[in-house]
């Protein structure tokens, strides 16, 4: 049977976050910034968080100072190092134009220098002569041919590579330091997360889908720590480099240092413009996905439904249309955002020709050297990223708050009503359960039971029954505490529930539900989920009690065997019979049971039945009834519909009634001629 | 996984402007660092300002130039990229949408929408990665390495060494690193595992008190995962400075060696500082190209599993000389049918031999795996027989062209399955251009009539994706009114009254006798009380018919029908139905009796 039905509730369980508006595709891409609704406050809470790590994130901040007044300082220094070797180049060069046109064997006498020489020249050939040229001829020993100056060159390069090193290692560190800190809030963020879950009422859940939950566990705390791990540091670098750079670049001349500034609006203006078009364009790219991920995955699911009505060259239309809208927006959103390298390299383009102009016009005045030029050109190179940097500082940051509000939104919840500080403990349990006076509503304007008064004695077998959707599952949710009553109060052998511990209540039901809820893990470990200490020989005869004993042992490892993620590597039946199994083995006083409907085959179906009825004996239990005979010998008959409980009381009373129960069960037996 | 480059053929005159683009800007690029050698040596050294305006004019046209063209790389490539996975998305849609449940079976459902949404946009974000960035870096390579030859040949090991050394680092990093990520990628499943279970078990584990042990749970999980996680970032951090110092020692050793070549003149400062810059274009390239590495192999598990698809032949499709039966009145015979599932040993039906005739209701009942539902969907060829014939007014299914078959049947499925839209484009799904009288009728008669009128806008009361805002009852309801639209000669209801309650089950089949009367129809169920009153009740055990006719006939003769029976009514219960039946009898007897005076 299953596998003639398509059924995508597996992969949907699997990406929850899938469509949900915040979904693992709509976050981290380029120029997507969400917005928080409280960007202060979140930062409040978040800089909170981090106050434990102070001492860290100082040092982190002092590295990365340090690393990047390192790395500014070097360029500088190798520029040096580049005009000494052009200094020197200059010299030699001056000393083989001087010693070329002397006759050949002449010896230049020793202590001659320049001076001497540019005596001896006449004033039209003098002036040709640039002043810097002639200040490095005056100094020149002409009795030898100058060498270079290679100890200053090594000089320098020690200091670099040292200045290298360090700047190396400190970044390292101080990331070494920061994916520590990230990942131990990640860590502290998910456990809350995790503990939050079993603390809220479960009328939380009511409004919200697991996905959402899912989503901040996994999506936002990861947003978060990829912010905290990259973008702090990277942020204080930034600022220190911008400032750094800026001091370095007008030390060595502010006119260069003009001419590079006027194109840095100009790239900022671009930047921004291209950052707001594309997060537009982002925008609509995402909706069309999800209008072609939701098309797909509804027409996969219908397939069987979509070929029968002929409905395939409809379904391709409107596959083609929506795909040619999301070509559209995805081809423009990459385009424009792909601009940004691009015209960020053609601006440090421009630039370096700027530089190199007006640095070669410079050179030749003399004003600066061409080590200068070289370190100019380094920096400018190097200014591009920050100032990107910074100006998506504000976008990352914003995502990040807007990822840390939810996650704080959901630990921030109401808890559910604290326990009393001097709980009653019930010793004995006979198992007498009153409604006194119930009133309850999911919310608060829609009340659905209206002063309900009953009284079960002990032992008694009440059956819950109506049509489906009736809401039969709200006396489970009260009985058990998930929910609390708004007026009255459910007494248990005479104590209001209330009055109890939450554990305490739970561990007088046993609990068999139609969505049979078991957990990747043994068969084993599952029938034993509510005794966790139970011995192989209880968990054994409870599952013979629940005649489950025997398909365990027909299964692959039997007891060992793993149920899958989905728990759907046995059949409903058998999963049925293991939660009755997990009831038997709770050995608890009373009872909550829904019975199997058509999911399960007959044969099965009467196991199950049996199992049922053998676990009951003597137990004050509650059952969801959809059988007959479950209903016929109940002690009390609870009517639902519409969330209500309309009627009361036993078979024969009720039918005698001939109110909504009789109806209701007589429609299942006067038949017509029908399809 | 080459095959699906095929889908770049109809953008190769694009492909062709954008490779010359490439081109363009890799020269010009390269160009660069040769003008500024020039402005050093033939204008600051000889201190000749003309050079250092001309040069530097002619740098500012070649850097525009090359703007230009990058900005026409990205074009292409953005178009090229998204084009080809608009093309490919198509073929495999498309494609699914011709698969029959054997294909859909093989891939199963949740694969197929994977692959047919986040596998293609993985390709499309790595194709224009490609495009962008690493088509051009073997160019970009090997000019600036011949180049940079040309300039200083003895220093060219220094661009060796760097290389390989960024190599090395970026091997080493990425062989610990990569199995990592595919463990962190496992780990994050566990905990959204762990979390979910957490979730849809709430219930449960408060019932059981076991909040301590889920935690726990996650706990280990989290811890595992914060722990792995720590490990590839600190390994990553790696990778930035120790590449920094690659390209800082790169330039310092350029200096170094370049001064040495100067001194003796053999270098001109200009060009040495030209190499520098080809040294870091160089050692760029390499970087970009070693992406590839790792980009790809993350792109080829996506285009595996897409070609997986495209390639796939399926496997039921319109015969190649359809057959038009000469009547059409919907009768279904099945003649010796066997099915087994494909790589299955043991079939899941047996010589299955029966007729469906119209005016006739067929019901199919049996537990649980016992091939009920199959046989139904041998019908409409969601498989096809292994062996044996399935004929339709005596023409076996396979010899139909699908569209003619597929109007004959109203098929109605277990789930209601719904498509977003509205409750009308639902109810006219297989009808498009029904009537509105039409449409409905199949309201009334589905007992939907009510419901929609709550919905607020009637028919046009929208329905969301699976139908996910509306009941499991009233999804039924729709989806039999869908039935019922196209007017069908043949009805299949797989257990479809499951999820309605008595009464409306009732009104329903009473309604919907009236529109079925000169019908086929075949309903598979589960509830005993759905078909007691069906002309013909076959029950299906492990795969074969052990029993073929009415109730009565069965309650006497039929031992697993009897079981079946015992199962879910009381023997009481079975005897006040009989009475009901038997007086139902007589009453229609009577009206057959009046219409006939």
Known sequence: MSKDNISIDAEKKKTPAHGMGHGPMGRGMVGMAEKPKDFKGTMRKLIAYLKPYRVLISVVFVFAIASTIFSIASPKILGNATNQIVSDYVKANAYDQITAKLPAGYQIPAGTNGNDFLKNLPEAMLSKIHSNTLDSIKSLDLSQKPTFNFGKIRYYAIILISLYLFAALMTYIQGWIMSGVAQDISYKLRRQISEKINRLPLSYFDKRTYGDVLSRVTNDVDTLSQTLNQSLSQAVS??????????????????????????????????????????????????????????????????????????????????????????????????????????????????????????????????????????????????????????????????????????????????????????????????AVEFDNVVFGYSPDKTIIHKFNTKIEPGAKIAIVGPTGAGKTTMVNLLMRFYDVSKGAIKIDGVDIRDMRRADLRKLFGMVLQDTWLFNGTLKDNIAYGKPDATMKQIESAAVAASANHFIHALPHGYKMELNEEADNISSGEKQLLTIARAMLAKTPMLILDEATSSVDTRTEILIQKAMEKLMKGKTSFVIAHRLSTIRNADLILVMRDGNIVEQGKHEELLKKKGFYASLYNSQFVTSKTA | MIKILKFLKPYWLWIITFLVLVVIYVVATLQLPDYMAKIINQGILPQDNSVVWHTGLLMLGVSLLGGIATIGVNYYASRIGSGFAKDVRTAVFSKVEDFSLTEFNRFSTSSLITRSTNDIQQIQMVLIMVLRQVVQAPLMGAIAVAKAYHTA????????????????????????????????????????????????????????????????????????????????????????????????????????????????????????????????????AFLMFSFVFIIVPRASVSIKRVMAVINTKPEIKDPDKPIKPTKSSGLVEFKNVTFSYPVADIPVLYDISFTAKPGQTTAIIGSTGSGKSTMINLIPRFYDVTSGHILIDGVDVRDYKLENLYTKIGYVPQRGVLFSGSVESNIKYGAPRAKESVMTEAARISQSTEFIGKLGNSFEAPVSQGGANLSGGQKQRLSIARAIAIKPEIYIFDDSFSALDFKTDLNLRTALAKEVKQKTVLIVAQRISTILSADKIIVMNDGKIVGQGNHKKLMKENKVYQEIAASQLSEEELKAYQVGVDRQKTANLKMVEGGAK
Do not use: C
Not at chain 1, 294 to 317: D, T
Not at chain 1, 347 to 363: E, H, K, Q, S, T
Not at chain 2, 156 to 172: D, E, H, K, P
Not at chain 2, 271 to 281: P, R, S, V
């Open chain 2, 153 to 284: 040949p003895s220093l060219s090991w220094i661009i060796a060494l760097a290389v390989i050394l960024m190599l090395g680092l970026i091997i080493t990093v990425f062989s610990i690193a990569m199995p990592r990520f595919q463990l962190l990628q496992k780990l994050i499943d566990k905990l959204n595992l762990v979390t979910r279970e957490n979730l849809t078990g709430l219930r449960v584990i408060r019932a059981f008190n076991n909040e301590k042990i889920q935690e726990k749970k996650f706990d280990d999980a989290n811890r595992t995962l914060t722990d792995t996680n720590l490990f590839v970032n600190r390994l990553m951090v790696v990778m930035f400075p120790a590449l920094m110092l690659l390209f800082n020692f790169a330039a310092l050793g350029i200096i170094w060696y370049g001064a040495k070549l100067v001194s003796i003149n053999n270098l001109e400062i200009g060009n040495m500082l030209a190499f520098m810059q080809y040294a870091m274009q160089i050692i760029g």
């Open chain 1, 238 to 431: 930034s600022v220190v480099m911008i400032i750094g750079i800026l001091a370095m670049m007008f030390w060595i001349n502010w006119l260069m240092t003009l001419v590079s500034l006027v194109l840095l609006p100009l790239s900022i203006l671009i930047i921004s413009f291209i950052v707001k078009r594309s997060q537009k364009l982002f925008k609509d790219q995402q909706n069309s996905l999800g209008d072609i991920d939701g098309h797909i995955e509804e027409m996969y699911a219908g397939h069987n439904v979509m070929r029968v009505f002929n409905g395939k060259a409809r379904s391709i239309a409107k596959f083609n249309s929506i795909n040619d809208k999301l070509y559209e927006s995805s081809w423009k959103s990459q385009f424009l955002s792909g601009l940004l390298i691009p015209i960020t390299t053609f601006v440090g383009n421009l630039n370096f020709v700027g530089v190199a102009i007006v640095g070669g016009w410079l050179a030749i005045k003399g004003t600066i050297q061409i080590g200068d030029i070289q370190a100019f050109i380094q920096y400018v190179n190097q200014f591009n990223q920050p100032v990107s940097q910074v100006a998506q500082i504000t976008n990352v940051l914003q995502s990040a708050a807007a990822a840390a509000e939810r996650v704080f939104e959901f630990l921030e919840e109401k808890d559910e009503l604290a326990e009393l500080a001097k709980p009653v403990v019930l010793n004995e349990v006979k198992g």
